[in-house]
């Protein structure tokens, strides 16, 4: 190994400075027709979802979706995690016949659909949740091979079964269903390009995916991403927001871009969460009052108890203990949210963030528009990459369900409405008709 001193590493060139951009992803081979493996050591594998459209539900029937998801993920155990992913995509391509009988009904059709595509904005909209499942962190040498090869296949049998009665629970309900491998690295491939020639890439073999997956180079700015042809634009929860309700998001999905939404859900255990609740009583209890107060209250410990901040300090405590008394019904987690925003501009990068944060305003979510940490937000949105979540809220698994990325307005019936019909009244007025549901702003 050659160390290069602080001089030379000053006046080297950029292209010796930077590193390969597959270091990126942690996806390392494919193991099975839906299983990949991890750099890290874990594994995980992918579902689509087809998603509820909540127009048409009222609050008991969402309420009941909600807990019907709270008791799907509530066997997840720890060393899991679940990634949801939302992912908006512009440009519909409308059902219409190659030709049509009547020329005016030809004419009427093609007038009427170039001018939905050049000013209705038509967006496509789809569902992934991606499950891994991670060893705990002990020293490589600390394992025999025999020992590392037993856990191993243990990972990868807890991950089958957790996959199997994940999709047996919500394949009904949501329409999950585990994708295979090709699909699998599709998905990724256009997550790290962001291009439509991403998602349709052929996987070449099982090894080196990482190396697959990368297309495109990626540059990092003061204040955003260039990855390929692409402006790529992090956003970051800071807080958890004031309420949780289903569709609590949703005004992102209305965005004229390409986006990407993202949240990760680690649980932990009982014990997990007793000890974060105690390291927390312990500097609330400590900081509750200022250094110089309380050298100023010499041995009046009592009139530390009366000042506002003290007050407020217990009010935390408080609610500490409505969460211990909890734990037994509910547990805790992790959770975790960011938005990609991709444009073909800086100009229309920038003017997309106003609408980003009014849509978290109304959402009463704190978010930050990241700058140097645009780059750590990209990494995090790949699973495996926990250790770039500088952003993690310990969160309810009965919040974390009324949160999860499960709706999606319905497209109906693939055969339903195949072609766009006209009809002439006996006044000879023209009439066009067609189904709402097939496709939507």
Not at 87 to 115: M, W
């Amino acid at each position: 190994m050659t160390r290069v001193n602080s001089e030379q590493l000053e006046y080297m060139p950029w292209f010796a400075k930077a590193g390969a951009a597959c270091s990126i992803i942690p996806i390392s081979r494919f193991v099975n027709d839906h299983i990949f493996a991890l750099k890290g050591g874990g594994y995980g594998c992918l579902f689509s979802l087809d998603g509820i459209d909540e127009e048409g539900l009222t609050d008991q029937e969402l309420d009941a979706e909600t807990r019907s998801i709270e008791g799907a993920l509530r066997g997840l155990p720890e060393g899991s995690c679940l990634y949801q992913y939302t992912r908006v995509r512009s440009g519909f391509e409308l059902p219409r016949k190659a030709n049509y009988a009547n020329p005016v009904t030809q004419v009427f059709v093609g007038d009427r659909l170039a001018f939905l595509e050049e000013t209705a904005g038509l967006r496509r909209i789809d569902l992934h949740w991606c499950l891994t499942l991670e060893p705990p962190k002990v020293s490589s040498l600390a394992h025999k091979p025999q020992v590392h090869a037993a856990d191993t296949s243990r990972l990868l049998a807890n991950l089958e079964k957790m996959a199997t009665l994940l999709e047996g629970h919500s394949a009904s309900s949501l329409g999950l269903k585990r994708l295979k491998k090709n699909v699998i690295y599709q998905f990724f491939s256009y997550l790290f390009n962001l291009e439509e020639w991403a998602a349709e890439d052929e996987l070449r073999g099982d090894d080196g995916v990482d190396r697959q997956i990368v297309k495109s180079p990626v540059e990092w700015h003061s204040d955003h991403l260039t990855i390929g042809r692409r402006y790529v634009q992090m956003f970051s929860l800071q807080t958890t927001p004031e309420a949780s309700r289903p569709c609590l998001f949703s005004g992102l999905t209305t965005l004229d871009c390409d986006s990407v939404l993202c949240t990760t859900w680690r649980p932990k255990s009982t014990t997990a969460a007793r000890s974060e609740i105690d390291a927390q009583e312990k500097f609330i209890s400590f900081f509750k009052v200022g250094v110089l107060t309380r050298v100023m209250s010499g041995r009046d410990f009592a009139s530390l108890e009366t000042g506002a901040g003290a007050r407020a300090a217990n009010t935390q405590v408080d609610d500490l203990g409505e969460v211990i008394r909890s734990l037994d019904k509910k547990a805790q987690g992790e959770f975790s949210l960011r938005f990609l925003v991709a444009a073909r501009s800086v100009e229309e990068l920038h003017s997309l963030a106003p609408a980003v944060h009014r849509a978290f305003v109304d959402a009463r979510a704190q978010v930050m528009e990241e700058t140097l940490g645009n780059l750590s937000a990209f990494y995090a949105m790949f699973p495996g990459n926990h250790k770039f979540n500088v952003f993690p809220m310990w969160l309810a698994e009965d919040h974390h369900a009324r949160l999860s990325s499960i709706f999606a307005p319905h497209l109906g019936h693939p055969y339903s409405c195949i072609e766009i019909a006209t009809q002439e009244a006996w006044r000879g007025f023209m009439y066009y008709h067609g189904s709402q549901q097939t496709f939507s702003r």
